[in-house]
């Protein structure tokens, strides 16, 4: 299982969306469960009260 979590200090954060492989992006609400061994690819995204957005691309090994 995977969790997320983002902070800001100064404006909160409103959200934060994934996308696993090339699957749609969609709001993280829960642990990210990965069914599937070997290569994954996440990208994350976190968009804080404002609306400033930061994304971060991963690359995981999920074993047996």
Request: charged share 25%; net charge negative; proline share 2%.
């Amino acid at each position: 299982k995977l969790f997320l979590a983002a902070t800001d200090e100064s404006s909160g954060t409103d959200q934060i969306l994934y996308s696993l492989n090339t699957s749609k992006e969609q709001i993280f609400s829960a642990p990210i469960v990965f069914n599937e061994v070997g290569e994954q690819t996440i990208t994350i995204r976190s968009v804080d009260g404002v609306g400033n957005e930061i994304s971060k691309k991963l690359r995981l090994i999920i074993g047996e």
